[in-house]
């Protein structure tokens, strides 16, 4: 889930004062307001299911209900945070939690998982992209909400959980049980391939600008003859806006990396680069997939817009809208997390149910014994906010697929180290009457 921006507001009020408060707002406003009639309607429900329900229900529970009702129908990322799940929340951007380590998605009311962690608990135990949690710890999870179903399978380190799991592709379903352990927030990992730097970003949070800026540190230190840098976002589900534009700033010498707008004219924000790039200047790479998403995307797009890397792989999830948390009572009372704004790259493109398009199209084989899954992107989610019309999209060249008979263990990744340690052509020759440019033209650069 993405907390992208945190934004305070007041308290709400006890149920029986909310209820009166929406008998005088009635009473008070103009008789032809539609929204006052609906309130009073929904007051009348209210006080009807208190007193005819077969048992006696609870006042709290019945407004959580309405509150988790009335986010999860506007898009397919507004939702309610329970107290618990918005506790939670805040320690996964910041630190570690309990759980066994699944990335998932609800696609048509079925909990389908994007990406197990690996190392974690559910990637010991074999669970695969693309599998179905049919029930945990025996409750059915088909039409739950995603706030629930990972409210289910968090919980205390060391404390158990059974799975009901099927795999589409063969048709079998079958029970494991795991012990939650402390999942780390996934931290960025380097490395170096021959004279290429590599650096992973699983995710972003508090601490990925740092480990970016250590790990190019560390690589040029033991190889100051890098000739070019790789970042791999793939299955990178995204984060932290503020994360993500400070990863951005350390490649930018300038400009802007992102821009939010919301309902309003007024509510627009630009974020710019400051001036300095960590690698000065560097070839560099970006590995995206269908499970690069939101704030991963708002980096690919910033540095694809500015001519600064070339992105390479398949089109991105698509997730161009903005939520920002809007904690109730202090957090006591959960937080609600509502779709405010949509986020455009340098160029204005906003990529809402697009995707960003990469420069060189790349299809990564399944490995040997690994069956192919069905691509959940945000077009096909419920609820989602539809594109933009006349948005223009980048055009997709031809897929590059490795050779049948090839043995590789990350196709992508070598093609991306092949297309760095090529060397790049001479510049073309300086004409004696070059034309002018075109400054009239208005750009974000």
Not at 44 to 64: C, G, K, M, N, W
């Amino acid at each position: 889930m993405d907390r992208l921006r945190l934004t305070l507001l007041g308290a709400v009020a006890g149920v029986f004062c909310a209820v009166g408060v929406l008998h005088f707002a009635h009473a008070d406003a103009p008789a032809h307001v539609p929204a006052y009639k609906d309130l009073d309607r929904f007051a009348t429900a209210f006080a009807r299911v208190r007193a005819s329900y077969i048992t006696q229900p609870d006042d709290f529970d019945l407004i959580e209900g309405a509150i988790d009702g009335m986010l999860t129908n506007l898009d397919a990322h507004s939702s309610y945070f329970d107290p618990q799940t918005y506790s939670e929340m805040l320690v996964q951007t910041e630190g570690n939690y309990g759980g066994i380590g699944l990335i998932v998605a609800v696609d048509g009311g079925i909990v389908k998982v994007v990406t197990p962690m690996q190392g974690a608990p559910a990637a010991k135990a074999g669970i695969k992209t693309g599998d179905i949690l049919i029930a945990v710890d025996k409750t059915p999870m088909a039409g739950l909400d995603l706030d629930a179903v990972q409210g289910k399978l968090r919980g205390a380190a060391g404390t158990t959980i059974a799975l009901t799991v099927k795999r589409p592709t063969t048709g079998l379903v079958f029970d494991v049980a795991l012990k939650r352990a402390e999942v780390e927030v996934e931290p960025v990992t380097w490395k170096t391939v021959g004279d290429i730097g590599y650096l992973r970003i699983p995710a972003f949070n508090d601490h990925t600008a740092g480990g970016v800026e250590e790990g190019v540190k560390e690589m040029t230190a033991e190889n100051p003859g890098i000739k070019g840098y790789i970042i791999d976002l793939r299955n990178n589900g995204g984060g932290l806006l503020d994360a993500s534009v400070a990863v951005a700033d350390d490649f930018l010498d300038g400009g802007e990396i992102v821009s939010t707008r919301g309902r309003n004219p007024q509510d627009e924000t630009r974020y710019d680069a400051k001036p300095g790039d960590i690698i000065n200047g560097l070839p560099l790479v970006v590995l995206i997939n269908a499970g690069t998403a939101s704030a991963s995307e708002i980096f690919a797009g910033a540095v694809q817009d500015h001519g600064r890397a070339k992105i390479l792989g398949t089109v991105s999830f698509g997730k161009g809208s903005v939520q920002t948390i809007i904690p109730l009572n202090g957090g006591d009372g959960g937080a609600l997390h509502l779709t405010t704004a949509r986020y455009y790259t340098p160029s204005g493109h906003s990529i809402q149910s697009l995707g960003i398009i990469p420069d060189i199209t790349v299809q990564q084989p399944p490995k040997p014994g690994e069956d192919t899954v069905h691509i959940i992107r945000e077009a096909s989610l419920a609820h989602h906010l539809e594109a933009e019309d006349g948005m223009p999209t980048r055009a997709q060249g031809a897929v590059i697929k490795a050779e049948p008979d090839a043995n590789e263990d990350d196709f992508q990744l070598r093609y991306a180290v092949d297309l760095l340690d090529t060397p790049p052509p001479p510049p073309p020759a300086v004409s004696e009457n070059p034309v002018p440019r075109n400054h009239g033209k208005k750009t974000h650069g």
